[in-house]
C-alpha cells in the first residue's frame, strides 16, 4: 500500500534542530494518546481515536445500510448541520466526485443543513419528484444535541413530506442518528424509529467515523471498511514521538510556530475539485478546535488561526494576487493528488488552419499535466516570496486514502489545541447565538 506523502520543503526557517524541541514539548500528549488508544473505548474527549478501530460499531451500521438498502431508496436526505454532516459531504464528494446527484445515480444524496428556505425548498421539490414517481427515500436525521434548531425544523419539514406519501410506512425511511438521551434520541424510542448512536464523548467535528459518517456513506456503496482501515493505519505513525514518523505533530508544530510568527491564517489549498467538502469539514475542525477565548487555566487569550480553503486552478485566477502581493499573514497547506480518475488530454488533432502558440503547446497534454504544472508554478512562486508551506500528497481517490487524511488531519488538530494551550474538543462561545436564538423563537 502505498502512503499519503508529507513534504515541508518550506518551512519558514525552521530547523530539525527546532522540530526535535517541539516534539518533546508534545510528548506529555503523545503520551496522552497512546494510553487512550491503547486502553480503547470512549471514556475520554479523546475519544474519536478509538473509532476506526470498533468493529462491532461497524457491524451495527452495516446492518441498518443492509436494511434501508433493502428498500430500494432513490435518494438519501442527511439532514444535519456543521459536524454531523461535514465529514459525509467531505469523503462523499472526494470519492464520488462533486457532480454526483447529476450523472444518475441509483441513490442520488441531498444535504439539508441550514434554514435557507429557498435552498431547502429546492431539495424539497427534488425529493417530492422522487416520492411521486412512487420511488423510496431514506430520510437520515443526525444530530449529537437532539436540540439543533435548523436540524430539528428540517426534519419536521421532511418527514411531513415523506408522511404524505407513505403514510402508514415512513418511519421505515427514517434513521436518526443522535447521542443516548438525547430529545431526538427520546423520540426514536417512542415513535419506533430505527436511531444509531453516536458515543457520547466523540465531538461533532470528529465524528465521521462513527455512525454519523458510516451511516449515510455506507448506503451509497463506500467501501467503510478501507475507510476505516485507511483511519486506523495511520493511528499508530500518529502516536510516535518520532517526528519523522508522526505527520500529525510535525504539521501541527509548523502551524503553531507560524501562528506565532504573525501567520494567523491557515489556508487549505486544493488541488482537486472533488476535495471541496474536505476543505468545508476542515475548516470547521480548525475553526471550532482553535478558536478560543480562554486557554486551559481560563486565562483570557483570544486564540486560533483563521482556517481559509482555495481551489486550484480557479481561486488563482480570485485570491492568488491577495495571497502573493498581499501581506505575508498565511502558512498554507496544499493537497494534492497524484492521480486522476479520468484520463483526459487535450485534443490533438484539431482540424483548424490555424492554432495560437498556446494551443501548440497544450495539445497532446493530459489535464493531470496541466493541473501539476500550474500547481508546481504556484509553489515555486510561494518559495520565491518566502511564503511557508507544507503538501500533503495523496496517491489516489480511494476511502482508504481518504480515512487516512481525515484521521491525521484530525490529530494535526488535537496536537494543535495542546501546543495552543487550549481545549480542541469543545466550543462554548457557539451557545451565545444559540441562547439568543431559542429567546427569539421561544416569544410566542
Ligand atoms: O462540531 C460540532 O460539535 C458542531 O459543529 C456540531 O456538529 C453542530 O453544531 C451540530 O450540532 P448537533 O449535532 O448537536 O446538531
Known amino acids: ?94 470519492l464520488l466526485g462533486t457532480q454526483y446527484n447529476a450523472q444518475q445515480p441509483d441513490l442520488k444524496i441531498y444535504y439539508v443543513d441550514s434554514v435557507d428556505a429557498d435552498y431547502t425548498y429546492d431539495v424539497y421539490l427534488l425529493v417530492e419528484q422522487e416520492l411521486q414517481q412512487g420511488h423510496q427515500i431514506i430520510l437520515n436525521v443526525i444530530s449529537k444535541s437532539g436540540a439543533t434548531t435548523e436540524t430539528i425544523a428540517n426534519f419536521m419539514l421532511f418527514e411531513y413530506l415523506l408522511k404524505q406519501y407513505y403514510p402508514q410506512t415512513y418511519r421505515e425511511a427514517i434513521v436518526l442518528t443522535t447521542n443516548y438521551g438525547s430529545p431526538l434520541w427520546e423520540l426514536a424510542q417512542q415513535e419506533e424509529f430505527d436511531c444509531l448512536d453516536i458515543p457520547q464523548r466523540v465531538g461533532g467535528r470528529y465524528s465521521v467515523f462513527s455512525p454519523v459518517g458510516l451511516f449515510p456513506l455506507g448506503l451509497l456503496n463506500i467501501d467503510l471498511e478501507m475507510l476505516l482501515a485507511g483511519a ?62 480562554y486557554d486551559r487555566d481560563g486565562g483570557l487569550v483570544r486564540t486560533g488561526m483563521l482556517p481559509t480553503v482555495s481551489q486550484a486552478t480557479a481561486d488563482l485566477h480570485s485570491v492568488a494576487q491577495l495571497y502573493l502581493g498581499g501581506p505575508l499573514n498565511r502558512f498554507t497547506t496544499f493537497v494534492t493528488v497524484d492521480t486522476n480518475k479520468a484520463n483526459l488530454v487535450v485534443p490533438r488533432d484539431i482540424e483548424r488552419k490555424v492554432l495560437t502558440k498556446l494551443e501548440r503547446q497544450l495539445q497532446g497534454k493530459t489535464y493531470h499535466e496541466l493541473m501539476q504544472a500550474i500547481v508546481e508554478g504556484v509553489r515555486i512562486a510561494y518559495l520565491k516570496q518566502e511564503m511557508p508551506f507544507v503538501t500533503f500528497s495523496i496517491p489516489e481517490k480511494t476511502a482508504y486514502y481518504l480515512g487516512q487524511l481525515i484521521q491525521i488531519k484530525m490529530f494535526e488538530i488535537i496536537y494543535l489545541g495542546f501546543l495552543l494551550d487550549i481545549n480542541p474538543f469543545d466550543q462554548p462561545e457557539v451557545e451565545l447565538y444559540k441562547q439568543e436564538t431559542r429567546k427569539i423563537l421561544s416569544h410566542e
Not at 451495527?60 to 444535519?80: E, F, W
Not at 510568527?261 to 487549505?268: A, L, Q, W
Not at 470547521?284 to 482553535?290: F, I, P
Request: charged share 15%; with cysteine; glycine share 8%.
Open 1 to 94: 500500500m502505498k502512503k499519503i506523502y508529507f513534504s515541508y520543503e518550506n518551512t519558514g526557517g525552521l530547523s530539525s534542530a527546532d522540530f526535535q524541541l517541539g516534539m518533546r514539548f508534545l510528548v506529555p500528549e503523545i503520551e496522552r494518546l497512546q494510553e487512550v488508544t491503547l486502553a480503547g473505548g470512549y471514556t475520554t474527549d479523546y475519544a474519536s481515536v478509538n473509532l476506526p478501530a470498533d468493529t462491532q460499531m461497524l457491524e451495527k451500521v452495516q446492518l441498518v445500510v443492509d436494511a434501508k438498502k433493502a428498500l430500494r431508496p432513490t435518494a438519501l436526505v442527511v439532514v444535519g448541520i456543521g459536524g454531523s454532516h461535514l465529514g459525509t459531504l467531505a469523503v462523499q464528494q472526494a
Open 232 to 293: 486506523a493505519q495511520v493511528v499508530a505513525p500518529c502516536t510516535s514521538i518520532e517526528v519523522t514518523h508522526n505527520k500529525a505533530a510535525l504539521s501541527a508544530l509548523l502551524l503553531k510556530e507560524h501562528y506565532f510568527s504573525g501567520k494567523n491564517i491557515h489556508d487549505t489549498f486544493l488541488c482537486s475539485v472533488d476535495f471541496a467538502g474536505f476543505g468545508l469539514w476542515y475548516r470547521q475542525l480548525m475553526a471550532e478546535s482553535v478558536g478560543k477565548m
